[in-house]
């Protein structure tokens, strides 16, 4: 089904384009939002006129985007909070905190809407955050969100404890394996001896065997006699 973007679109047009898309989402999204008319004779001529007005309009919009892209160059917003032991933040960080501190950094109204933030920021770290100027040209803007002094040495502390946990189930573990070895080394020993020593010892004759030499030694002595 064919129609005309009344608006740009991410990924399917700008104003005056003439689309194809399926009849669901044109009759149940596109046109219904005012985001798209029918492609009839009467519109197509009638946003012939709408786009040559919109191409001056895009223009300023991509020099004053540019503009702004300027502005924003090599900007790094820095937080400085309270957390957890773990750098776990009390709250989060969102893109209207963001928004408001571009305005405190470079003097710059953003609209929280453009700052592409996925998700709130909940951990310490170094983030990088696209600001969406106008379709597609947008800014890089670097966020460092570090712990107050307190938040720190409390993190440091944990730390600490964590890793002194961590070496004595370590050292635990080693010992395990070392007398696991040695024991294992004793049996082997065992099982190389024992055998050894029963080679050594005097074999005896078994009772039946006792009792036919001494029938034999009887008989030997009276044919003597």
Same mark, same amino acid.
């Given at each position: =089904?064919? +129609?005309? $973007?009344?608006?740009? =679109?991410?990924? $399917?047009?700008?104003?005056?384009?003439? +689309?194809?898309?399926?009849?669901?989402?044109a009759n149940n999204y596109l046109i219904p939002q005012g985001i798209a008319v029918l492609a009839t004779g009467g519109n197509i001529n009638q946003m012939k006129l709408v786009k040559k007005a919109a191409l001056k309009v895009e223009a300023r919009n991509i020099e004053e985007a540019n503009e702004m892209t300027e502005k924003l160059k090599d900007l790094t917003l820095k937080f400085i909070v309270k957390t957890g032991e773990e750098g776990k933040l009390y709250g989060s960080i969102t893109s209207k905190d963001l928004a408001e501190k571009i305005m405190e950094e470079r003097n710059i109204e953003i609209d929280r809407k453009k700052i592409d933030l996925s998700e709130h920021i909940k951990e310490l770290g170094e983030y990088d955050v696209d600001v969406k100027l106008y379709k597609e040209i947008k800014s890089a803007v670097r966020v460092i969100v570090e712990p107050d002094e307190e938040s720190r040495i409390l993190i440091e502390a944990h730390k600490k404890e964590k890793e002194a946990a961590e070496e004595e189930e370590k050292h635990k573990l080693d010992t395990e394996i070392e007398e696991e070895a040695e024991r294992s080394k004793e049996k082997e020993i065992e099982e190389k001896v024992i055998p050894a020593e029963k080679d050594k010892e005097p074999k005896t004759s078994e009772p039946g065997e006792k009792d036919s030499a001494k029938k034999k030694s009887r008989k030997e002595s009276r044919k003597q006699k």
């Open positions: =089904m064919k +129609v005309i $973007l009344t608006e740009y =679109m991410e990924k $399917l047009g700008d104003i005056g384009d003439i +689309v194809d898309v399926r009849a669901g989402f």
